[in-house]
């Protein structure tokens, strides 16, 4: 800080010489004169430096004491500013820089939407816009509750929002509204069938009556557990059949498995095309819009300088990098080709199945020709596969 403020005041080096300097070094520090980076150079002389108005009042000092005072080099603010005079053109364009830098600062050019799941980036930026704010707006005409409560209005699924600014970017913080759960009406008839065919393995019949049994084969659809309860004597009541059934099922995928497959390498060559997204248009820092490749990766960077770490710039700077590939048939043994397509054929499986859901044996079988093999992928699962049904659709 200390350094900072002597740059702004400025100050000269000295290079102080006479038989009386130290006398001289006395009478400015009893003149409150400060002095800074004082050096011995010979008996008589001495470098140092001071601020412009204490060197003004140490001329006194040094005609009292017949010392000499040579400036060896003047910095700090006023004299760059004091060089400026004869540059007109300079100090207009810096001018002119500053205001325009003061303008562009004061608009939004980004914005980030942060807390958001189900509702998309998209339709949030577009009922920010309908509402007044978007990449351009003036920033310090915002009105946060203002916008606040359009946006609850617009988008029923956010049940708060806020707009944070930081320099031009714009930080829209939102919390999506959450549903209560939905009340299962448990007075409600209904029944209790298969979702899948297995084989029962255990049932529990919390409510309503168990119409299978440990060890039954079942079909889809079948009932398991009924809410018409027998009562005997003919008499009946009909409930909300709750309960959990599980069974071992079978769940299986096939697929082909090609021998030859294309494969793509890189060749080392890339070429790169860097563009400077302003608010209002692009720049384009190359010729030429086409790849001259036919295989290539595609790779972007972008950034946003920010000026000294305060705030973001304006704009945007995009390098797009095309990495050259070449492409190539590589040839699988059978061996290889059917693991391939069983560890893809069990993915699909596992995807498809639910939480409740045990792989217990996985099995395949294949079958190959010289160009291709066929995988047939089971796998044998322990699972709940009791889903309600609600009875005359109640």
């Known amino acids: 800080m200390i350094?900072?403020?002597?740059?702004?005041?400025?100050?000269?080096?000295?290079?102080?010489?006479?038989?009386?300097?130290?006398?001289?070094?006395?009478?400015?520090?009893?003149?409150?004169?400060?002095?800074?980076?004082?050096?011995?150079?010979?008996?008589?002389?001495?470098?140092?430096?001071?601020?412009?108005?204490?060197?003004?009042?140490?001329?006194?000092?040094?005609y009292e004491t017949h010392t000499k005072l040579k400036i060896s080099s003047k910095s700090g603010f006023p004299f760059f500013v004091y060089k400026l005079r004869y540059?007109?053109?300079?100090?207009?364009?810096?001018?002119?820089?500053?205001?325009?830098?003061?303008?562009?600062?004061?608009?939004?050019?980004?914005?980030?939407?942060?807390?958001?799941?189900?509702?998309?980036?998209?339709?949030?930026?577009?009922?920010?816009?309908?509402?007044?704010?978007?990449?351009?707006?003036?920033?310090?005409?915002?009105d946060e509750e203002e916008l606040q409560n359009k946006m609850l209005l617009k988008i029923k699924k956010l049940s708060w929002m806020w707009v944070y600014l930081d320099g031009t970017k714009a930080r829209v913080e939102v919390r999506e509204?959450?549903?209560?759960?939905?009340?299962?009406?448990?007075?409600?008839?209904?029944?209790?069938?298969?979702?899948?065919?297995?084989?029962?393995?255990?049932?529990?019949?919390?409510?309503?009556?168990?119409?299978?049994?440990?060890?039954?084969?079942?079909?889809?659809?079948?009932?398991?557990?009924?809410?018409?309860?027998?009562?005997?004597?003919?008499?009946?009541?009909?409930?909300?059949?709750?309960?959990?059934?599980?069974?071992?099922?079978w769940r299986e995928k096939s697929g082909t498995q090609p021998l030859n497959i294309k494969k793509y390498k890189k060749t080392g060559k890339k070429i790169t095309k860097k563009v400077v997204k302003l608010p209002w248009f692009d720049v384009l820092l190359y010729m030429d819009n086409d790849v001259p490749y036919t295989y290539y990766d595609e790779i972007k960077y972008q950034n946003t300088p920010s000026f000294f770490g305060l705030f973001d710039m304006p704009f945007t700077y995009r390098r797009t990098v095309y990495e050259e590939k070449e492409e190539y048939t590589q040839r699988l043994t059978p061996d290889t080709a059917i693991k391939l397509k069983a560890e893809e054929l069990?993915?699909?499986?596992?995807?498809?199945?639910?939480?409740?859901?045990?792989?217990?044996?996985?099995?395949?079988?294949?079958?190959?020709?010289?160009?291709?093999?066929?995988?047939?992928?089971v796998c044998e699962c322990v699972e709940q596969i009791g889903e309600k049904v609600f009875i005359n659709g109640g």
Not at 111 to 125: F, M
Request: with cysteine; net charge positive; glycine share 8%.
């Open 177 to 249: 509204r959450v549903d209560p759960p939905e009340i299962v009406d448990k007075t409600t008839p209904s029944n209790i069938v298969a979702s899948f065919d297995g084989l029962i393995t255990d049932i529990i019949a919390r409510d309503g009556e168990a119409m299978v049994k440990v060890g039954d084969v079942v079909k889809k659809g079948d009932l398991l557990i009924s809410g018409v309860v027998d009562l005997g004597e003919g008499k009946s009541r009909i409930t909300n059949a709750r309960g959990e059934v599980f069974a071992r099922t």
């Open 346 to 377: 069990e993915q699909q499986i596992r995807k498809s199945l639910n939480d409740t859901s045990e792989i217990i044996n996985i099995t395949s079988t294949h079958t190959s020709d010289n160009d291709s093999v066929s995988v047939k992928v």
């Open 3 to 62: 350094t900072i403020l002597k740059k702004l005041k400025g100050y000269v080096k000295l290079t102080v010489s006479g038989a009386f300097v130290e006398k001289f070094l006395n009478l400015c520090a009893q003149g409150n004169i400060y002095i800074w980076d004082v050096k011995n150079i010979n008996e008589k002389t001495y470098s140092l430096c001071m601020s412009i108005k204490g060197f003004k009042c140490a001329k006194k000092y040094a």
């Open 87 to 142: 540059r007109k053109g300079i100090v207009t364009g810096c001018i002119v820089a500053v205001l325009m830098f003061v303008f562009l600062t004061s608009f939004v050019w980004s914005i980030e939407i942060e807390g958001n799941d189900a509702v998309s980036d998209k339709e949030i930026i577009s009922a920010l816009k309908e509402s007044g704010f978007f990449k351009g707006s003036f920033r310090y005409f915002l």
